[in-house]
């Protein structure tokens, strides 16, 4: 009976360790997949200040509340996702490497006072999170 017991919790623990892995996964995704449509917002844009805004959210998105390059002034597209992708996808250095270039452009960007400059970097931050946006579209959590 004991041994049975144990292999119960044992089984449930495994079981929630589990989904708690694939819980944090999927806010990497998400975020990922929202900081994607603002990279392309901000690609779109009319206006310097609009294509800034959104890369904000992109940078929010990416280095989440907790970090220090997180604006607290822009809007936060992410919140309720999870701890921003970068941090997110801690445990996957490939992924984390593909959002640390999308994030040093997405800064780039916000240097920029030329329209078609900002737009430029935009679509860089874009082509660097369609690869991890589509994966978290298509994925079947």
């Given at each position: 009976?004991?041994?049975?017991?144990?292999?119960?919790?044992?089984?449930?623990?495994?079981?929630?360790?589990?989904?708690?892995?694939?819980?944090?996964?999927?806010?990497?995704?998400?975020?990922?997949?929202?900081?994607?449509?603002?990279?392309?917002?901000?690609?779109?844009?009319?206006?310097?200040?609009?294509a800034h805004a959104?890369?904000?959210?992109?940078?929010?998105?990416?280095?989440?509340?907790?970090?220090?390059?997180?604006?607290?002034?822009?809007?936060?597209?992410?919140?309720?996702?999870?701890?921003g992708a970068i941090?997110?996808?801690a445990g996957n250095?490939?992924?984390?490497?593909?959002?640390?270039?999308?994030?040093?452009?997405?800064?780039?960007?916000?240097?920029?006072?030329?329209?078609?400059?900002?737009?430029?970097?935009?679509?860089?931050?874009?082509?660097?999170?369609?690869?991890?946006?589509?994966?978290?579209?298509?994925?079947?959590?």
């Amino acid at each position: 009976m004991n041994r049975l017991l144990i292999v119960g919790i044992t089984a449930a623990l495994a079981g929630g360790l589990a989904c708690a892995a694939q819980a944090q996964t999927h806010s990497a995704q998400d975020e990922i997949s929202t900081a994607h449509a603002h990279a392309m917002m901000a690609q779109s844009a009319t206006s310097v200040a609009m294509a800034h805004a959104h890369l904000h959210h992109v940078i929010n998105c990416l280095v989440g509340p907790k970090s220090a390059d997180f604006d607290a002034k822009a809007e936060d597209p992410c919140k309720g996702q999870g701890d921003g992708a970068i941090p997110d996808s801690a445990g996957n250095h490939a992924t984390r490497a593909k959002l640390e270039s999308a994030l040093a452009d997405a800064q780039a960007g916000l240097k920029s006072e030329s329209l078609a400059a900002v737009h430029q970097d935009a679509g860089k931050v874009a082509a660097g999170l369609k690869g991890d946006s589509a994966k978290a579209s298509s994925s079947s959590w």
